[in-house]
């Protein structure tokens, strides 16, 4: 099993910046795919962004250019920059693995002020 554990939501104005955090522990071997969906009030979920173990990075047309994603192998750690927020970007952002089986974490709530 992964258990992925999400940090760094918060409550932030339009125009600013947050940065999402991503620990990943247990079968981390198994993960080829890492990224982060987002959920607001009343829509499915939606991808943000993705980060593969090589490197490759995908991202929704909706943040490109304003939100990065990373990780730190060391660390086992993925992270997701998110800068010009906008308050269509409020939403409950959730971390998820992909390889023989999928994770998600617990989800953190974004919301962005106009």
């Known amino acids: 099993q992964v258990q992925l554990v999400e940090s760094g939501g918060g409550l932030v104005q339009a125009g600013g910046s947050l940065r999402l955090s991503c620990a990943a522990s247990?079968?981390?071997?198994?993960?080829?795919?890492m990224g982060w969906y987002r959920q607001a009030p009343g829509k499915q979920r939606e991808l943000v962004a993705t980060?593969?173990?090589?490197?490759?990075?995908n991202y929704a047309d909706s943040v490109k250019g304003r939100f990065t994603i990373s990780r730190d192998n060391a660390k086992n750690t993925v992270y997701l920059q998110m800068n010009t927020l906008k308050p269509e970007d409020t939403a409950v952002y959730y971390c998820?693995?992909?390889?023989?089986?999928?994770?998600w974490g617990q989800g953190t709530q974004v919301t962005v002020s106009s």
């Open positions: 998820n693995s992909r390889g023989s089986l999928i994770y």
């Open positions: 247990g079968s981390i071997f198994s993960i080829n795919v």
């Open positions: 980060i593969t173990s090589g490197g490759y990075r």
